[in-house]
């Protein structure tokens, strides 16, 4: 157990020798000794940062595709990260390394570089936290307040996609015992699915007015995000928002809402011409449904005869997680 930073040895052997040099944007990366990068670019800029907290075995990969899918959804190409990654003082340099190597991979699958950021061991977290910030160049920046009232809420792929593997990977043995194996499989899967830069690079061609990832808070919190910052209003209709079956059995055995369940992989689009929105992602294979619309007033679902007024609250993945966490720290003491 230990404290404090990489010493240079472990620095190298875990961290810098993980990163590879990919854009010409970059001007000084990841190095020894560096306090900074340094870039340049010509146009707009976008910056996006995310920490991924949620225990799972894939956190380098999640933390880079997060945080890149911000810049997606903005309209923008991401070319560089910075990498922050607190360890408890139970992880060893090694652990490191498998973060370093899932995130390095996924950066190199979105030509995105790795430019730098800081790896400690501290006292302070009792499980591993990765922060990573953005940038992106954009021609455009589509912003959430450009939404208006009487267009069309799209939403692509499926609804509780990182969710949903995240549920499988922490409550595997409780979910085969019920689903099976091939359910829990499956679930973990769609971790795959998580990338929306293809919808991205479709839809701004599409004359499309915002873009929202769909992350903590699932589509409700989503929406309720979008309304607040354009000053709008919505309405959704639960029977049109697509679900996977195994996210429906997943969170049936569980007790989660899918509704409000994180969705990164799902975008949420708003546009007056939804009929050439979902030809043009159509063609690229990817499934896109109209959810609701923008109104005046409140955002709303409409779940059979009810209306529930939407707002922004904890995810159902760390309810569930924290959960069952205090039953295990109980059942320990008891």
């Known amino acids: 157990m230990r404290t404090g930073k990489l010493n240079s040895e472990e620095l190298k052997d875990a961290v810098l020798s993980r990163i590879e040099h990919r854009r010409d944007e970059v001007i000084t ?16 800029i976008l910056i996006s940062g995310d920490p991924v907290t949620g225990e799972t075995s894939k956190i380098g990969e999640l933390a880079i595709r997060v945080a890149a899918n911000d810049i997606w959804a903005g ?3 991401p070319f560089l ?32 570089e790795i430019a730098g950021g800081h790896t400690e061991f501290s006292d302070a977290v009792n499980r591993v936290i990765v922060c990573c910030t953005a940038l992106g160049k954009a021609a455009k920046h589509f912003k959430v307040k450009s939404a208006s009232v009487g267009e069309s809420i799209v939403v692509t792929k499926y609804i509780g996609l990182e ?18 194996k091939d359910a829990v499989e499956e679930a973990l899967s769609l971790a795959k699915l998580t990338d929306v830069s293809a919808e991205s690079k479709i839809a701004r061609r599409c004359g499309i ?18 309304c607040e910052g354009a000053g709008v209003g919505a309405r959704l209709y639960t029977d049109k928002i697509p679900v996977l079956p195994v996210t429906k059995a997943v969170c049936a055995e569980l007790g989660a809402d899918p509704y409000r369940l994180i969705s990164s992989g799902s975008m949420l689009i708003t546009t007056k011409d939804p009929g050439a929105l979902i030809e043009a992602l159509s063609k690229a294979g990817i499934k896109a449904s109209v959810v609701g619309e923008i109104t ?11 209306e529930i007024t939407l707002d922004v609250r904890a995810d159902e993945l760390f309810r569930l997680t924290q959960t069952a966490e205090k039953t295990r720290q109980r059942s320990v003491t008891s």
């Open 81 to 112: 990260v910075m990498l922050t990654i607190i360890a408890p003082v139970t992880y060893t340099p090694e652990d490191i390394k498998k973060i370093m190597t899932d995130a390095e991979a996924e950066a190199k699958a979105q030509n995105i």
């Open 163 to 180: 969710g949903t593997a995240l549920l499988a990977e922490a409550f595997a043995e409780r979910l085969e015992n019920s689903l099976g």
């Open 209 to 226: 007015t915002s873009m929202h990832d769909i992350t903590e808070g699932g589509i409700y919190g989503a929406v309720s995000e979008l």
């Open 29 to 44: 990366g990841a190095a020894l000794g560096e306090d900074c990068a340094s870039f340049r670019s010509d146009g707009l």
């Open 296 to 306: 005046e007033g409140k955002p709303t679902a409409i779940d059979g005869g009810n």
């Open 75 to 77: 309209g923008g190409e």
